[in-house]
């Protein structure tokens, strides 16, 4: 049982280059979100997904959009990279509803030049 | 959508004090309440967590309170380790849980002095 898992670890673009974050999970689970996490601003939700074909916007989604095919799978995409994207990205899931923890990813650091 | 506000940002004690981590939320139909730590260059990893038919948790040396009337929940660390240095996160559920997801506070560095 890996939990969430995410790939690439670390990432550098240059401005203007689009690529895709991936995260999987095998726990089953309904809910997955993605956040952002910059020095003094904590974690922000960018978007997140309640089931697989349903997806929406968090508290910062500009410049991301992802997609939600399968359970397991919830890509994020960058479209046109920004030097403000420069962050540590993590994916996190959970059973659903309220009341339930969110399980992290490890995260991915992008860099963008 | 909910807001939470945590203080204080920084927060340094001596070995063997406590450490308190205070956070505020905005929506009343929140009802539970995580708290997560954070070692650099990790994921953040759940402690503990209350929900709102309580108003205290503890779990060995640490402890969450909540008060839904002042809509606050503190985290209170007790006989602090060196190893307890980390970066603690509050949050709340987002439109009352519905989603799935959580807000979560700016944080707290908390660094312990041996």
């Known amino acids: 049982n890996a939990g969430v898992t995410q790939t690439p670890k670390f990432q550098v673009l240059k401005t203007g280059q689009s690529m895709t974050l991936q995260c999987a999970q095998d726990?089953?689970?309904?809910?997955m979100s993605w956040y952002r996490q910059d020095p003094g601003m904590g974690l922000r939700l960018i978007h997140y997904?309640?089931?697989?074909?349903?997806?929406d916007q968090g508290e910062v989604p500009n410049g991301y959009n992802v997609s939600r095919s399968t359970t397991e799978d919830f890509p994020l995409r960058l479209l046109s990279a920004a030097p403000s994207q420069t962050s540590v990205y993590f994916c996190?899931?959970?059973?659903?509803?309220?009341?339930?923890?969110?399980?992290f990813g490890d995260g991915t650091r992008l860099s963008i030049l | 959508g909910e807001n939470v506000e945590q203080h204080p940002s920084t927060l340094s004690v001596q070995e063997g004090d406590s450490a308190v981590i205070k956070c505020t939320y905005s929506?009343?139909?929140?009802?539970?309440f995580p708290w997560y730590k954070q070692e650099l260059g990790k994921r953040p990893q759940l402690i503990i967590d209350?929900?709102?038919?309580?108003g205290e948790k503890k779990d060995q040396r640490i402890a969450v309170t909540l008060n839904k009337t002042a809509k606050h929940f503190s985290l209170h660390i007790t006989e602090t380790q060196p190893e307890d240095s980390a970066v603690y996160f509050c949050?709340?559920?987002?439109?009352?849980?519905?989603?799935?997801?959580?807000?979560f506070g700016k944080g707290t560095k908390l660094s312990v002095k041996p």
């Open positions: 929506d009343s139909a929140s009802n539970y």
């Open positions: 996190a899931s959970s059973m659903g509803g309220s009341n339930q923890p969110q399980h």
């Open positions: 949050a709340a559920p987002n439109y009352g849980g519905s989603q799935g997801n959580l807000i």
């Open positions: 209350i929900r709102s038919n309580v």
């Open positions: 997904s309640v089931g697989a074909g349903i997806t």
């Open positions: 726990m089953n689970h309904e809910y």
